[in-house]
């Protein structure tokens, strides 16, 4: 099933789609973000530094709510580390500036992402969208399936009971079992207890919910690692309320839209904070690219009070970055390798879909952390027809990075080409309240957005002091309705 480039969350699937319709049509006509240059030497509520994904999220919501937001970027392009670059820059960044082959297709083909991140079409990154309504300026398409590594072979990932039954991955008591779990997820309705079946989610770990149901290790690791999202097992022995939201909320992704729980935008995610960046200048945000921050002003009082660029200062209060623009006020935490891979087939196995997830959890190939694969293809208008991309990562835990990626390059087949980047994981020192430098985490190995929605949440609050409420698909859908009347 295909989803029409005209319908919006509630509609039945067809081929691309908009998350929502458009209120300001004339933002289409912009072919780039809008980027202003005015003289710096102003006061602003707020400066943002970088235009990575997160740092774009903060400055579109805290524009929408009236905040005088300047927001700068070293680079000449959006996106920072989550941007998507043409097959030229590609080369250019991996290979030292040689050329890409011709036999590659056109460089206006290829927006190829630097990070791997699909979206859960039920899950907050998407309330985030639709919150700061830069869904207008985005089409997305389905991500066609989700599937686990277990027992050296690859299968789709069951949502529901009737999944469930007919899944490889469970033996015929196995899949009782399961079934009579995702009977028990489906019907579980957190503010209902009767729903509950006598399972206490806020006492119980979730260990003792996978013993009450009987389930085994392996059926374990598929709930816990490719339903649940959990980066380890650290999740099993904490109580159980957390991982049984997850775990809903996969599902309801799930129904939204059939075959699998992921959307993903249409040219790449360095759509996304291109997106925001339109919402935030329509609320007054101003945007300038390649300017070199040489200094972040602090007061007597430690507090910080601006920013210098270029000879000229920007005075504010409050100022969010990336790590990269304040590294003495991060500690790294961790290595991550990743592995773009450009292929001229489907991933094996997959009922030549074009786009899959794929994870491998940890205990499958005798690791602390789990592998990723993100795949997506020419549908997606990311590559020249033909081609598949296919994005690798993982946390290091070894000497030999690259080949722990080695189970995953296993699943692909014939890689025609592949760029390999090892990148430090940074998170900030301090919590921001005592200089009122607010520091964003590093994007991890992860190929979905609920951790960074997780620091999107945390930094929002921090900054100002409350907590990031988002619609609910009810009062969404009533917005819709009465927009529609």
């Known amino acids: ?184 997820v489906q019907n579980y309705k957190a503010e209902d207890p009767a729903t509950h079946g006598g399972v206490d989610v806020e006492k119980m770990t979730m260990q003792q919910v996978y013993t009450h149901f009987g389930l085994e290790s392996g059926t374990q690791d598929f709930i816990g690692h490719a339903m649940a999202l959990y980066l380890d097992d650290s999740y099993i022995n904490k109580p159980a309320k957390e991982a049984i939201e997850r775990i809903v909320m996969y599902t309801l992704s799930v129904l939204r839209y059939g075959k699998s729980p992921y959307v993903y935008p249409l040219y790449g995610l360095g759509e996304l904070p291109q997106a925001f960046a339109r919402r935030s200048a329509l609320y007054g945000g101003t945007y300038m690219l390649s300017k070199p921050i040489d200094e972040v002003v602090y007061g007597a009082d430690g507090k910080v009070t601006g920013v210098k660029s270029e000879g000229e200062e920007a005075h504010a209060p409050i100022v969010i970055g990336d790590p990269s623009y304040f590294t003495s006020k991060v500690k790294a935490t961790g290595k991550i390798v990743r592995s773009i891979c450009l292929l001229k087939h489907p991933v094996p196995k997959t009922d030549d879909s074009d786009s899959v997830q794929i994870i491998i959890p940890q205990n499958q190939v005798k690791r602390k952390s789990d592998i990723y694969i993100a795949c997506v293809s020419s549908a997606h208008k990311v590559c020249a027809e033909g081609y598949y991309v296919a994005i690798v990562s993982t946390t290091i835990e070894t000497s030999t990075p690259e080949l722990e990626l080695d189970p995953a390059y296993n699943l692909l087949g014939p890689i025609t080409e592949k760029f390999v980047s090892i990148v430090d994981v940074h998170e900030p020192l301090a919590d921001g309240s005592a200089d009122g430098v607010f520091i964003s985490k590093s994007y991890d190995a992860t190929s979905h957005f609920e951790t960074v929605c997780e620091d999107v949440f945390s930094l929002y609050k921090r900054i100002t002091g409350k907590d990031l409420h988002l619609a609910t698909w009810e009062e969404l859908q009533a917005k819709q309705d009465a927009a529609n009347q």
Not at 24 to 32: G, K, M, R, T, V
Not at 142 to 166: L, T
């Open 1 to 184: 099933m295909e989803l029409s480039a005209t319908q919006n969350m509630f509609a039945p699937p067809l081929t691309t789609f908009s998350l929502w319709p458009i209120s300001d049509p004339s933002f289409f006509l912009f072919n780039d973000p809008p980027t202003i240059q005015p003289t710096m030497n102003e006061n602003y509520d707020v400066i943002v530094l970088g235009t990575g994904l997160t740092e774009c999220i903060l400055s579109g919501l805290l524009s929408v709510e009236g905040k005088k937001v300047l927001h700068m970027d070293r680079n000449d392009y959006y996106g920072g580390d989550c941007a998507s670059l043409n097959l030229t820059q590609i080369f250019r960044k991996f290979r030292s500036g040689a050329n890409p082959p011709e036999s590659f297709g056109r460089d206006r083909d290829y927006a190829i992402d630097l990070i791997p991140k699909f979206m859960m079409a039920n899950g907050a990154f998407v309330r985030m969208l639709s919150h700061c309504e830069v869904t207008n300026y985005l089409e997305f398409k389905q991500i066609a399936g989700s599937y686990v590594f277990r027992d050296a072979a690859i299968s789709k990932v069951p949502a529901n009971e009737m999944e469930a039954v007919k899944s490889p991955l469970m033996g015929l008591f196995e899949k009782r079992r399961a079934k009579k779990f995702f009977e028990w």
